[in-house]
T-cell receptor, first 117, second 113 residues
C-alpha cells in the first residue's frame, strides 16, 4: 500500500539554525500539506500546496517558513531560523484532490520530531 | 474563535465494550466532520467523515453529528485491544469555504484484554 514517508524521523537543532524537513508524498497525489503537533497539544494546519504554489496557509506559517517541491517526488518544509517554540512533531500529508472533492482523503506521514535547543 | 473541545482522557475500557468518544465545537460554519485515529509515533489516519447532521456507519464504527447542539460522536462497537490509540476529531467549513481543518486535542483510548 502506498504511503507518505518523511525524513528524518528525529531532528535536533540549535536555536537560530535552519532546518529542512523532507516528505515524499504518495506518487499520484497532487495536493500536499504540512501540519505540526506540539507535544500534548492539537494538530495544527500549517500550509497546503498545489501546482507549485501555496494554496492556503495558517497564521502559524509566517516568513520563517517556506515550502518547496524541488523535484517530482519530494516536498520540503524549511524553517529559516528556528525558535524554541518550533519544537514539535511535523506531519506531511498528501491527497489526490482538494477537501470537498472526490479523492480528498489526506494521508499522513509518520512525522518528524523536531527539537530546538 | 474557532474551537473544538475534546476530553483528552485516557479512557480505559475492557475488550468488547462499546466506546463513545465526543467533541463539541463552537462555530456553526463548520459543516464537515472527521474522525482520525493516531497510533503512538504515527501520523493521523482518517477513519470517517460526515457532511452535515446524521449518522454514518462503517463496520464497528459509527459517526454521529448533531449540529443543533454542535456535538459530534464516534462510537466503537465490540472494541478490541488494537483500537487502543488516540482519536482526533476535526472539523472544517463546507466545500467552497476554507478547508483548513481544526482538530481537537484527541482522546486517548485504552482497550484492555
Amino acid at each position: 500500500e502506498p504511503e507518505v514517508t518523511q525524513t528524518p524521523s528525529h531532528q535536533v537543532t540549535q536555536m537560530g539554525q535552519e532546518v529542512i524537513l523532507r516528505c515524499v508524498p504518495i506518487s499520484n497525489h497532487l495536493y500536499f500539506y504540512w501540519y505540526r503537533q506540539i507535544l500534548g497539544q492539537k494538530v495544527e494546519f500549517l500550509v497546503s500546496f498545489y501546482n507549485n504554489e501555496i494554496s492556503e496557509k495558517s497564521e502559524i506559517f509566517d516568513d520563517q517558513f517556506s515550502v518547496e517541491r524541488p523535484d517530482g517526488s519530494n516536498f520540503t518544509l524549511k524553517i529559516r531560523s528556528t525558535k524554541l517554540e518550533d519544537s514539535a512533531m511535523y506531519f506531511c500529508a498528501s491527497s489526490e484532490a482538494l477537501p470537498g472533492g472526490e479523492g480528498e482523503t489526506q494521508y499522513f506521514g509518520p512525522g518528524t520530531r523536531l527539537l530546538v535547543l | 474563535q474557532k474551537e473544538v473541545e475534546q476530553d483528552p482522557g485516557p479512557l480505559s475500557v475492557p475488550e468488547g465494550a462499546i466506546v463513545s468518544l465526543n467533541c463539541t465545537y463552537s462555530n456553526s460554519a463548520f459543516q464537515y466532520f472527521m474522525w482520525y485515529r493516531q497510533y503512538s509515533r504515527k501520523g493521523p489516519e482518517l477513519l470517517m467523515y460526515t457532511y452535515s447532521s446524521g449518522n454514518k456507519e462503517d463496520g464497528r464504527f459509527t459517526a454521529q453529528v448533531d449540529k443543533s447542539s454542535k456535538y459530534i460522536s464516534l462510537f466503537i462497537r465490540d472494541s478490541q485491544p488494537s483500537d487502543s490509540a488516540t482519536y482526533l476529531c476535526a472539523v472544517r467549513e463546507e466545500p467552497g469555504g476554507s478547508y483548513i481543518p481544526t482538530f481537537g486535542r484527541g482522546t486517548s483510548l485504552i482497550v484492555h484484554p
